[in-house]
């Protein structure tokens, strides 16, 4: 039974929900007015289940700082509610923003490999028009890379392992000398890397590529290349073939042609080191080494900590 | 290889420059290019081509494929997307519009050829099975 002497029960409840209420709908969040309601219920079970010792001053004390409570809880959960939305906004637009970039990317990469395209349409040496061809899937190649980015909603890292297979599936039948079969595969670990990396490695991997898919196999009828990718605190790339060789004056120390400056400089690009020589049996093996970025952390991490402070 | 007419709906002058170089060398007919969805819709209408090679991002309020929406709705004309778009919303979207290929730029002159024709090649095998209406 409801005793109205000691404690107002019903009307301190309406009042404290009231407010509550008030104060939860002027800041747009219901959650403070379902806490007022399903506070004030519980209340008036609790008074309502059991004799009322409490005065009717001390009641509408206690019911006066639990409204003040409510009223600040209701306020914390609508800043907490709106900020969670917020964050919710401010994200939604840093993708479209990002997904906007990598969309006026690859429009603009088509733009410079339209200008290749044209360029190239005026020159009639084959090897001139060879250069273009090269210049223009170098740009292809970085294109993927967005795209594999921009479609895997990620942004920032990609699993080069993926894009390899895909640049060899692309690279090899396209450039496979006339009258020779040219078998490939690909042996990747999964391999995360930012897109930095990614494009210098592609670049890297394009090129050497190119390099064996020229050089190796002329005069051949067939011939096989493999491409590895190894993950570890040092990382490998290495692509092999069973082809003519490394030629007889061939020095790794002098600067070559520009495949080989690229292969090269990219290289160093790393913080890594290309090797290359003759392969056993035959054929080329070109080897890059290059650091993983994660495992070098953990190595700085543990020499920091064995630096007496 | 069949050689076909083809209209190309791009707003970039430089990419509708340098496809009409690659399909010449190809050797397919440009029947001409517009940059604008409507425009799109009048051209296709005033040259019937064979195919039209349709970007999505166009010059006007409208994009490519409202424009091959009404191609392919109004004149039954075979439609490639080429864009630089490829995300699933965008695809999907484009799906409805029935094309017969989806390019993502940057392309090369290899993807384009096989993409071009394939595209005939499906279209006239749907023309063929309709008993030579298209």
């Not at chain 2, 209209?7 to 010449?24: G, N, P, Q």
């Amino acid at each position: 039974m409801i005793d109205f002497s000691s404690g107002s029960d019903v009307i301190l409840t309406v009042l404290l929900v009231f407010p509550v209420a008030l104060v939860s709908w002027s800041n747009g969040a219901w959650w403070g007015l379902g806490l007022a309601i399903v506070a004030s219920v519980a209340h008036l079970g609790i008074d309502l289940s059991g004799p009322h010792p409490t005065p009717f001053a001390s009641a509408a004390i206690n019911d006066g700082v639990a409204l003040a409570t409510f009223c600040i809880l209701s306020v914390l959960i609508d800043l907490v509610v709106r900020q969670r939305a917020e964050l919710q906004v401010s994200l939604n637009q840093k993708n479209l923003l990002l997904k906007e970039v990598h969309h006026r990317v690859k429009n603009n990469l088509q733009v410079v490999s339209s200008l290749l395209s044209l360029e190239s349409g005026k020159v009639k040496n084959p090897e001139a028009k060879m250069v273009f061809k090269e210049c223009r899937d170098r740009i292809h190649l970085m294109a993927r890379l967005h795209q594999r980015l921009y479609s895997n909603g990620e942004f920032a890292s990609v699993d080069f392992a993926e894009h390899l297979r895909e640049m060899a599936q692309t690279l090899v039948p396209a450039h496979t000398p006339a009258g020779c079969a040219v078998r490939f595969k690909v042996e990747a670990e999964p391999m995360i890397v930012d897109l930095d990396m990614a494009i210098t490695l592609g670049l890297i991997a394009n090129e050497i590529l190119l390099n064996s898919l020229k050089h190796a196999f002329a005069g051949k009828e067939s011939g096989n290349l493999t491409i590895e990718l190894k993950d570890g605190a040092e990382r490998e790339m290495t692509v092999f073939d069973d082809g003519n060789g490394l030629p007889a004056d061939f020095d790794p120390k002098k600067r070559g042609g520009l495949g080989m400056e690229l292969i090269r400089g990219l290289s160093r690009q790393v913080h890594g080191k290309a090797k290359i020589e003759n392969g056993q049996p035959g054929g080329t093996r070109t080897t890059i080494y290059f650091p993983n970025p994660s495992a070098l952390a953990a190595q700085e991490t543990h020499k920091s900590k064995l630096i007496p402070a | 290889m069949k050689t076909a007419r083809i209209l190309i709906i791009e707003d970039e002058a430089i990419t509708v420059a340098a496809l009409r170089r690659e399909l010449a060398e190809m050797g397919h007919e440009v029947v001409g290019d517009a940059a604008s969805a409507r425009e799109a819709v009048r051209a296709a209408e005033a040259t019937k081509p064979d195919l039209v090679l349709m970007d999505i991002t166009l010059a006007d309020e409208y994009d490519g494929i409202v424009a091959a929406t009404a191609i392919r709705g109004n004149l039954g004309l075979p439609v490639v997307f080429l864009t630089a778009h490829g995300d699933d919303a965008t695809m999907e979207r484009a799906i409805l519009a029935g094309p017969f290929g989806y390019l993502l730029k940057p392309f090369t002159t290899q993807e384009l050829k096989a993409a071009i024709e394939v595209a005939l090649h499906k279209h006239g095998s749907e023309v063929e099975s309709r008993g030579g209406q298209g």
